[in-house]
């Protein structure tokens, strides 16, 4: 197995074994300030969500290759994101609209609000079954 994270520093997203070896850069092109990350290992995609001067989500597969932008527009602060393997949805909260929306995650479309609060300052989302669960600062 492979473990992913991203790192603010440099803004890149990197792979490795679980014990450490064979460590990677996956993303690193047009990536200013990755946030979270999300992987899809049976369909091979790995999403990310970034805060950077251009906030937005994004999908490569899990080699780096392809990189495509899902969602850019009414985007501010994205910081949780997660995958519905069941619906093949990907969930993300956005900790300055105080919302967590939906898309497809082959399409990016379909976009939907599933959750509008105020002043909620939402930092992840986790989605299993039939629940949709989030924290919040």
Excluded at 101 to 113: F, Q
Aim: hydrophobic content about 40%.
């Amino acid at each position: 197995g492979n473990i992913y994270w991203t790192d603010h520093g440099f803004n890149l997203i990197e792979v490795a074994r679980l014990n450490g070896s064979f460590r990677y850069v996956v993303v690193s092109q047009g990536l200013d300030q990755p946030r979270s990350i999300a992987v899809h290992p049976e369909k091979g995609y790995l999403f990310w969500t970034e805060w950077g001067q251009t906030p937005c989500i994004g999908r490569a597969h899990l080699d780096g290759s392809e990189k495509v932008v899902l969602v850019s527009l009414g985007i501010a602060w994205p910081n949780g994101i997660s995958i519905d393997y069941e619906e093949n949805k990907l969930y993300w909260c956005d900790a300055r609209t105080d919302k967590i929306e939906r898309i497809d995650l082959e399409s990016g479309g379909n976009r939907e609000i599933v959750l509008s609060g105020s002043n909620v300052d939402m930092f992840s989302v986790a989605v299993f079954g039939a629940y949709i669960y989030w924290s919040d600062r």
